[in-house]
């Protein structure tokens, strides 16, 4: 019996396995890309599973959140407040005063009146937050990968118009410009247009700080780091992106080594998406009008947050090296034809019964998907390093009931 088909029968299907030491090995690989000056943040975003996050903490790791939930996981998991940089553009008062008060000092913010919004909640706890202004590049340099700039968005101060806001920027009581924050691009493609994209995010960083007389205490160049997705394959590598760092960082700011200012990347998938893999059990196989569907019992509920967004399909099952392949749709168990893992995929002849794992699965699992649709329990989530099993756990649903009356 393999390891994934012990570990369904103890703990039943659908069923995450990570793998401790994958985490660690893909923190270290990217550590020994970046220069030893930066520091890294892990988003939460990308799996927030306490024991994943715990791992990262400790490997030096800091933490980038994006709601006060992120939040309670990161503090749950070791992190101080000062250790997380809160992003996001849509962040109520409510939640940065909650922030604030949890020891977060760090933002990025998107606008006039997240920085305001920021400010206030500061004062109001009598202190100084700073802000790191989130810049939206009028150009960009890599033309693949997944593009968060040079296009209107929700994300970030126009690079083009953020002089005429900085005045107001400055006189915003309780918040402190401290320097600025990109994230130009995700699941960069290659790493030429990864060190691209750093580059003239390097670049513009200097020239804006310089231009417009931002202080740059801080400079978050954001990340783009790929590994693949629900697929077979090996996390890139890359080996000349420390030296090519280097060389844009000592000619446009100089001062970096020595902490002016201090740079910083972030990265999700790649540091937890080769640490897991989905398990899930075949319920049923059935032909309609000439075309094969596998049923599982892991859908779009399960796996498919993003993947439901169309962005991030198809799926690719394991299939043994001299194993028969077959082409069939892989669907889930929900009452919606949108629950669709894989259309007309290679599939392993399959029964019900049999088990089916999905590489490549640790990051936007659970939490990225449909959690409560239709009802069905959350898959399990198993932890290991090495051959030992560490945790089993469930997220659990349960409704809260506020007080109506007086």
């Known amino acids: ?232 394959g090996e996390r890139a590598s890359y080996s000349k992106l420390r030296s090519e760092l280097e060389v844009a960082l000592d000619i446009h700011l100089p001062g970096w080594r020595t902490g002016g200012p201090t740079i910083a990347c972030e990265s999700g998938r790649y540091l937890v998406g080769g640490s897991g893999t989905l398990v899930a059990e075949v319920s049923n196989v059935k032909v309609s009008r000439g075309r094969k569907f596998v049923i599982i019992d892991a859908g779009i509920n399960t796996f498919g947050g993003m993947s439901g967004l169309g962005r991030l399909l198809p799926v690719s099952v394991r299939v043994p090296a001299d194993g028969e392949v077959e082409s069939a749709s892989l669907v889930g168990p929900l009452c919606t034809p949108g629950d669709v893992l894989g259309r007309e995929i290679a599939l392993p002849a399959l029964e019900p019964g049999d088990l089916v794992s999905i590489p490549n699965a640790g990051a936007y699992g659970p939490t990225a998907s449909l959690l409560m649709f239709l009802g069905r329990p959350a898959p399990t989530e198993v932890v290991v390093r090495g051959e030992q099993v560490l945790s089993a756990s469930r997220i659990e649903h349960h409704r809260t009931h506020l007080r109506v009356g007086g």
């Open 1 to 232: 019996m393999s390891r994934y088909a012990e570990l369904a029968a103890r703990f039943g299907t659908p069923l995450y396995v990570y793998d401790l030491d994958e985490v660690d090995a893909a923190r270290r690989e990217l550590v020994d890309s970046l220069p030893e000056e930066f520091e890294l943040f892990y988003a939460l975003k990308a799996n927030p599973h306490p024991e994943l996050v715990r791992t990262l903490r400790e490997g030096g790791c800091r933490a980038e959140i994006s709601s006060t939930g992120e939040l309670a996981a990161a503090l749950d998991a070791g992190f101080t407040g000062s250790e997380c940089l809160y992003t996001g553009p849509g962040k109520t008062s409510r939640e940065l005063t909650e922030a604030i008060r949890r020891g977060v000092r760090t933002f990025s913010t998107d606008s006039v009146t997240d920085v305001r919004r920021v400010g206030a909640a500061a004062r109001d706890h009598g202190v100084i937050a700073d802000c790191l202004l989130r810049i939206n590049s009028v150009s960009a340099s890599a033309t693949t990968s997944i593009r968060m700039t040079g296009t209107p968005s929700q994300f970030g101060f126009d690079s083009e118009t953020l002089g005429e806001v900085l005045p107001a920027l400055r006189s915003l009581p309780g918040a402190r410009i401290a320097g600025m924050h990109f994230f130009p691009l995700s699941n960069a493609r290659d790493e030429a247009s990864l060190i691209g994209e750093f580059q003239h995010t390097i670049e513009l960083a200097a020239g804006l700080a310089q231009d417009l007389d931002i202080p740059l205490r801080y400079l978050d160049i954001g990340g783009g780091f790929t590994v693949p997705y629900a697929v077979p």
